[in-house]
């Protein structure tokens, strides 16, 4: 009876011992978790994955943006900086962009683009609530990668949204869309082309559609 008692208290005792981590176990598996994590970040770029965030969320902007004018258009009869459907001025330039006081209609000095695509100016501008007040104060604040608008001189023409790509990955796309057989100036903003102003070292805008 006393063997087993002592053979008890030995077994408990080895139990204890096993039961958890040394702190120099803990130490290497804490040395070996921050390498892992150190080659991880090294792999991924994360300054690249930070602007390619960015980049998707100025495509999903300007794509917003588009799908606003469109209904404008459908609904009105003619695009939000124009003065009626008898207006026959289409052009928007390409050096209009929304970091400003916007674009405002043609001949008008107080109905700006964002007023009628939102909810009015309280003034004399009738907003069609097609985009929400903090969607323009997210594309005007400070730090924005500005979207810049171009519309070509005719009714049939395209309307694009343009931006500036801050990612590898977005610069590569650019590159590859304005070097394709089917972009030409004729139907594609020119001063999204080779433009290391506006569009950054790369020289190619991101425009959509």
Known sequence: MKMKFFELITKMKASKKT??????ELLIVIAILGILAVAVLSAINPVEQINRGRDTGSRSDAEQLISAIDRYNAFQGYYPWQNGSSDDAYEVAWITDWDGDGIFMNNDSTCEVKDLLGA???????GSNELKVTFFSRIHGAGYNYLKVYHGPNASDS??????????????????RVTAPAVTPADYPP????????CGTGGNCVCLP
Not at 19 to 24: N, Y
Not at 159 to 176: G, I, L, N
Not at 192 to 198: E, V
Request: charged share 20%.
């Open 19 to 24: 039961a958890g981590f040394t702190m120099i």
């Open 120 to 126: 009015g100016n309280d003034i004399s501008c009738v």
């Open 159 to 176: 309307t694009y949204v343009c931006f500036e790509p801050k990612s590898d990955a977005f610069k590569t796309e650019a590159a590859t």
């Open 191 to 198: 001063l999204a082309i080779g433009n290391t102003t506006d």
